[in-house]
């Protein structure tokens, strides 16, 4: 009884001390303020499909702003270009297969793989590239600057 009493104790006091970090996203103790990133500036092995598009401003009074969906497919050794995000939110859905993510608030790469959600947003700069041997499908659902352009790409 005692020797249960203490595992519980000592596994409770290991899931307080670990770092968690759920799928998909950065390891806590590896978030970093926003530094420069390099990374590629073109798309390549990347096919870029709009999916649907609708206007926010006459209904959602959220004048000159677009809401896009889109599907990329992303073929091994495919990369989606660096490109900022502080004034386009964004959330990729990964359909299919593993990606890697590079990001500015990262000192390390990130995996996705199917089922994973990247949220982006703020000062955030990043980049992507499919290390793996198949076709990445994502899903992106994004808000356009005003100045943007809904069949534009990345």
Known sequence: M??????????????????PAFAGECPANQVRPHTELNGPTM????????????????????????FRMRRLE???GGVVPMHSHADRPAHIYVVRGRITEH?????????????DVAVEGGDLTHWW????????????????????DPDESM
């Open 74 to 76: 992303i073929r091994p």
């Open 2 to 19: 005692k020797v249960s009493t203490l595992a519980a104790a000592l596994c409770a006091a290991m899931a307080l001390a670990a770092t």
């Open 129 to 148: 590239r499919n290390d793996s041997g198949g076709t990445v499908v994502l899903i992106s659902a994004d808000i356009l600057p005003p100045a943007g």
């Open 103 to 115: 990001r500015s608030t990262c000192a390390v790469p990130i995996i996705h793989r199917a089922g």
């Open 43 to 66: 798309p390549d092995r990347v096919t870029d499909t709009v999916i649907g598009s609708l206007d926010l401003g006459p209904q959602y009074n959220v004048p000159g702003r677009t």
